[in-house]
């Protein structure tokens, strides 16, 4: 199936089999990427060097932070990952964990990890930011 043959679907088929093997297939092929991803970082940290002088020693540690950063942030990819393959599992996805209201089919096309609607993830921002400010 493709994205256009699933928004084609009626809305009866909201997270049937099929659709939910669609996203099924979908977040197995980014786990695959993302952890193709941290095999790369973590060949190119392997191969730093060490450096020589003092400002060449400076700038291998500046690309050794980013290169964690990103093996970070692809850490935090696979556990979103890992929670929304689990939803599909359950029969939760699709389906606002903060409402239960649809997500809806292209914010899962365009995130597929996401396991909130739009306007939730908003009001988890606001309160966030409410709470700081207090």
């Known amino acids: 199936m493709t994205p256009q043959e699933l928004l084609a679907q009626d ?3 909201y997270m049937l089999a099929d659709q939910l093997a669609f996203f099924r297939n979908l977040l197995q092929a ?4 993302s952890q193709d991803r941290i095999t790369t970082l973590r060949a190119d940290l392997a191969g730093l060097e060490k450096a020589p002088d003092e400002v060449d020693a400076a700038l291998t540690e500046q690309e050794r932070q980013t290169i964690l950063q990103s093996i970070d942030r692809e850490g935090v990819s696979l556990r979103e990952i890992a929670l929304a393959i689990a939803a599909v599992d359950d029969g ?3 389906y606002c964990a903060d409402t239960g ?5 292209l914010r899962l096309l365009s995130y597929p990890r996401s396991l909130i609607t739009v306007e939730a993830k908003q009001h ?3 309160r966030a930011r409410h709470l700081r400010a207090a």
């Open 11 to 13: 809305d009866e088929s």
């Open 30 to 33: 980014e786990r695959a990427n």
């Open 92 to 94: 939760t996805y699709g």
């Open 101 to 105: 209201e649809k997500i809806g089919l």
């Open 124 to 126: 988890r921002e606001n």
